[in-house]
């Protein structure tokens, strides 16, 4: 396989510039035309959980570092249990969901803020009232099953998900500059295939670099020169 030649392919791209700029250009309309038209807007509702530190034995104490402590080991537990089947098996049946849980736990994104001990719930959803519902009664079912399997009443809800009206999956800025970019990728591969495959003798110096042979004479093209000399 021959050696690509740098300054043959720089020179093959300038002279293709307009066929790149089009690839792209219909590629940044596709992938518009398909955030427009085609692509299903996703809501996301939120909700979070402070695990505030008092347990059931001593309502109304006052937290101690021992229960901060307590709470800092347990946020990391805490996240793998709001998306266990026993709790999400009880959201599905308090809201006659028609998802089995496999496909719930992929909506579902938690999350500690800022290495703090609130936790963050988020559901998204093809319908924004859905993702709402599901937020909301994924941080119920999951304080009453904390307060089970641990025996604490650490967990309190500090903010309850609203509706959302905006989507969460449309990013005009973020997508156009993902569409662009892909087009540059494109382009420059299918030019790149072009220029290898081509067989075609542009000059004397493809002769003798394809050929090995020296060339003793080349016979000059007049048509440009003619051109001139017509529009004087």
């Not at 396989?1 to 720089?10: G, V």
């Not at 002279?15 to 398909?34: D, E, P, Q, R």
């Not at 905006?166 to 591969?189: C, E, H, M, R």
């Amino acid at each position: 396989m021959e050696e690509l030649d740098i300054r043959d392919l720089l020179s093959y791209f300038f002279n293709k510039s307009v066929h790149f700029f089009a690839i792209v250009a219909i590629v940044v309309t596709l992938g518009c035309l398909y955030s427009v038209f085609i692509q299903q807007p996703k809501y996301t509702s939120t909700t979070s959980i402070i695990l505030t530190g008092f347990s059931s034995n001593k309502e109304g104490s006052t937290i101690t570092q021992s229960d901060l402590t307590v709470n800092s080991k347990l946020v990391s537990t805490y996240r793998e249990i709001v998306k266990s089947r026993r709790v999400l098996n009880q959201v599905i049946g308090n809201l006659n969901l028609s998802y089995n849980t496999t496909d719930l736990a992929k909506m579902i994104k938690v999350g500690s803020i800022n290495e703090t001990e609130i936790i963050e719930i988020s559901v998204t959803n093809y319908n924004a009232r859905s993702a709402y519902l599901i937020a909301n009664e994924l941080a119920e079912v999951f304080g009453k099953e904390a307060k089970d399997l641990y025996n604490l009443s650490n967990v309190s809800i500090l903010d309850y998900a609203e509706v959302s009206s905006i989507p969460s999956n449309f990013n005009i800025t973020k997508q156009v500059l993902v569409y662009i970019l892909g087009g540059v990728v494109l382009a420059f591969f299918i030019l790149l295939v072009f220029y290898y495959f081509d067989t075609t003798i542009k000059s004397v110096s493809d002769v003798e670099r394809k050929f090995e042979l020296t060339i003793l004479g080349s016979v000059p093209d007049y048509t440009k020169k003619k051109k001139g000399v017509n529009r004087k």
